[in-house]
């Protein structure tokens, strides 16, 4: 319950991933279904904010609805690894007490941020994958869903494509779609998650930075909440999202500062393409991306839901 004077704010931000405006992957329709799908991702977790939910409660809430989603790549609309099948990895983390949860590998299994967020609360682990993920999801009863669930044709085509004009093996960056969230709940607590299919002919076992706390995903209440996207080798190598919260924490830079420093200058630095969604503890949420185009979405108390996907897309 909200006490008279206690600072009733909240904000969320969602993203669908960062990449390559290709032709063929940003049709009329699928911009549409694009906004469509961040609005409700922000419609879901703006619900939870305005009830006086948790922030933790928010994230997954938006992360679930681009999992279910065919847009995105998480969840169902997940890209096809080099055996042409799907393998998915999510992370969650809240800001007041570091706790975390991360899971890859996965297959069959329909909201991995669900999974990851039950590995955080439910195991005395931090990060499952593979089989032992499977297992624990299966004792937890975790809702499944069969490969046609996950089948797209979109991502089938850009499977072939990649196997057609790809060396051996090497992965596609560029294709956008990983999805993510942060929040500033009512009490002040900070949360983000993100989930992902990872990269499009990624090899097979090829874990990205999506569940890997500092590199795709990280939360504290100190600094901020941040959810990564972009080619994951880069941002594990830098650990963009930790060092967004350093950036805040230690250097006292402001968000979009902070995002902008970490994208613009440590990730280009080494190569690494993508974009990262901030939000601090005063609320504001920011936005920073090195690529054509970021999809994303913010809401708060005070200002209703915008949805981007251009740079010059005011969101
Ligand atoms: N970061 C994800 C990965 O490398 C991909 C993406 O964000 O598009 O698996």
């Not at 499977?134 to 991502?155: C, V, Y």
């Not at 076992?205 to 996207?229: F, K, L, Q």
């Amino acid at each position: 319950m909200t006490r008279p004077g206690q600072d009733t704010a909240w904000s969320l931000g969602v993203h669908g991933g960062a990449g390559v405006n290709r032709g063929e992957a940003l049709l009329p329709d699928h911009r549409a279904a694009i906004r469509s799908g961040l609005e409700t991702a922000l419609t879901a977790g703006a619900r939870v904010l305005e009830g006086g939910g948790s922030s933790v409660d928010a994230v997954e809430a938006a992360v679930r609805c681009l999992e279910d989603s065919p847009w995105f790549n998480a969840g169902r609309g997940s890209v096809f690894n080099a055996r042409g099948e799907i393998e998915l990895e999510a992370s969650i983390m809240e800001g007041r007490t570091l706790a975390a949860g991360a899971v890859a590998g996965l297959r069959g299994i329909r909201n991995p941020v669900t999974l990851a967020r039950r590995v955080m609360e439910r195991s005395p682990h931090v990060f499952l994958h593979g089989e032992g993920a499977i297992a624990f999801a299966t004792a937890e009863g975790l809702e499944t869903a069969d490969a046609d669930w996950f089948w797209t044709e979109h991502r089938w085509k850009a499977f072939e494509r990649a196997r057609g004009i790809a060396q051996a093996s090497a992965p596609q960056p560029g294709e956008h779609g990983t999805v993510g969230a942060v929040a500033l709940d009512t009490a002040g607590n900070l949360a983000a998650a993100t989930s992902t299919g990872g990269l499009t002919n990624k090899w097979l076992g090829r874990i990205g930075d999506t569940p890997i706390i500092g590199a795709g995903c990280y939360a504290s209440n100190a600094a901020c909440a941040v959810s990564c996207t972009g080619q994951g080798e880069y941002f594990i190598r830098a650990t963009i999202a930790r060092d967004i919260a350093a950036l805040i924490e230690y250097g006292g830079q402001d968000a979009q500062t902070a995002a902008r420093l970490a994208i613009e200058q440590r990730l280009a630095k080494i190569g690494g393409e993508g974009g990262a969604v901030v939000v601090d503890r005063s609320g504001t949420i920011a936005f920073a991306f090195n690529t054509e185009v970021m999809l994303r979405g913010k809401v708060s108390r005070d200002s209703p839901s915008r949805v981007g996907i251009h740079l010059a897309d005011l969101c």
